[in-house]
């Protein structure tokens, strides 16, 4: 059998592999059409249908979008989203770098003790009520602070950080220590470019953790000029307080159109954050098994 040749065992492998990954991507992806078609259908024959939607139900209508946009805490709160994205994204990285880095020396005497410290408030939380009363203390409620700070460090992602920049030679740090070069050119000049895949992994995971929270500005904000996006979708979603169907009375004709505000609620808040994953979509796989696998 020639290199290029595959054994039959080989063949079926892939045969079946492909067939579950298609299952798997028709899973994943017929809620999410499902939704979109929806968003778009008739409202009063949504309301009556029952099941998967592959094609909008009646003549298409963009009413649940207009709906949506007219809401003013929308807005705000994508606002809001964003900046906590960007703020919380951008410095749960860089510490989650520094974090890795430090972890990762074993120059360093504590590492061990330090890492086992970090691990075991994995493990081990202490709970809502101390945390809010922390962030009481701190006088960070009603700030967005009490958003980004109790959640702006992962202890899975600093573990992967730290394994990924453990696999670097030694020889590296050795050369530049001998030209003169201090940690912090070490870190940002050659450890970070050679770890980018990972970083870019981990840049990931914290830009969809924070676009997702909500649970944060629940404990913590009472003013709804800063709630975040999901913040208000939970309002849309489950409370359905009168003022989500942008601030109409539900016992007005836009009762009918409660159901198609919350799809379209739901394709506007997921939407961008999907179409960050294409961009790091390369570096995914790589970047997972290099902070993964030691040795």
């Not at 980004?148 to 220590?177: D, G, K």
């Not at 975040?228 to 009168?242: A, C, G, K, T, V």
Request: overall charge positive; aromatic content about 10%; some cysteine.
């Amino acid at each position: 059998m020639t290199a290029t040749q595959k054994s039959p065992g080989r063949i079926v492998f892939i045969i079946v592999n492909t067939i579950i990954m298609i299952l798997v991507c028709i899973v994943c992806l017929l809620p999410m059409w499902h939704v979109l078609m929806a968003s778009v259908s008739d409202p009063i024959a949504l309301q009556k249908f029952k099941g998967l939607l592959m094609t909008p139900i009646g003549e298409p209508t963009h009413k649940g979008y207009l709906l949506v946009m007219q809401n003013p805490n929308i807005f705000t709160s994508y606002i809001n989203t964003i900046i906590y994205v960007i703020v919380g994204t951008g410095l749960g990285a860089t510490l989650t770098l520094i974090a890795g880095y430090i972890l990762s020396r074993k120059t360093f005497r504590y590492r061990r003790v330090l890492m086992s410290m970090i691990v075991f408030t994995m493990l081990f939380r202490a709970g809502m009520i101390p945390q809010y009363l922390v962030v009481n203390a701190l006088q960070l409620t009603d700030t967005r602070w009490a958003v980004i700070l109790p959640s702006l460090l992962s202890v899975f992602n600093i573990t992967i950080m730290r394994n990924a920049i453990e696999q670097l030679p030694a020889s590296l740090e050795e050369s530049a220590r001998i030209d003169g070069a201090g940690d912090m050119l070490i870190l940002f000049r050659i450890v970070a470019p050679l770890v980018k895949a990972t970083f870019a992994v981990i840049v990931l995971f914290y830009a969809v953790a924070r676009w997702n929270e909500w649970f944060n500005a629940m404990i913590y904000l009472t003013k709804r000029e800063l709630f975040p996006l999901q913040l208000i979708l939970r309002e849309i979603l489950i409370i359905n307080q009168n003022t989500v169907t942008a601030g109409a009375d539900i016992s007005s004709g836009l009762d009918n159109y409660k159901e198609l505000v919350q799809y379209a609620t739901i394709i506007v808040a997921t939407v961008p954050i999907l179409c960050i994953y294409p961009f790091v979509q390369k570096h995914f796989v790589t970047g997972v098994m290099i902070g993964a696998v030691k040795g």
